[in-house]
Nanobody, 125 residues
Framework: QVTLVESGGGLAQPGQSLRISCALSERTLDLRFMGWFRQAPEKEREFVAAINWNGGHTYYSESVKGRFTISRDKVKKIVSLEMANLEPGDTATYYC??????????????????WGQGTQVTVSP
């Protein structure tokens, strides 16, 4: 069973940067995409970014495009999200997920098979 463990996050001021990472316990042959989602209190879990595990192609939500960068290290089995120019609206618990599904489903959290426990990101003056 694959487990995902997030690290990083914390408190930042608007305009600052933070990096969060997700370590996979093992590689599975059926893993196709790794994604980051976030969930603010009383809101739905929303897609942030995803990366094709083998090819490295990246995908972003419109709200973070140009500010966030997702990357992966296949050898270390780590996926990272570099968040720049943070805004108060980025405040949420961030979750990494592993998907074995197809490209058209990467923005839907219900299609992700593996999940981490979440890490808090707070952006406040």
């Amino acid at each position: 069973q694959v487990t995902l463990v997030e690290s990083g996050g914390g408190l930042a001021q608007p305009g600052q940067s933070l990096r969060i990472s997700c370590a996979l316990s093992e590689r599975t042959l059926d893993l196709r995409f790794m994604g980051w989602f976030r969930q603010a209190p009383e809101k739905e879990r929303e897609f942030v970014a995803a990366i094709n595990w083998n090819g490295g192609h990246t995908y972003y939500s419109e709200s973070v495009k140009g500010r966030f960068t997702i990357s992966r290290d296949k050898v270390k089995k780590i996926v990272s999200l570099e968040m720049a120019n943070l805004e108060p609206g980025d405040t949420a618990t961030y979750y990494c997920g592993g998907s074995t599904s197809i490209l058209s489903t990467i923005r839907e959290h219900r299609h992700y098979k593996y999940w981490g426990q979440g890490t808090q990101v707070t952006v406040s003056p």
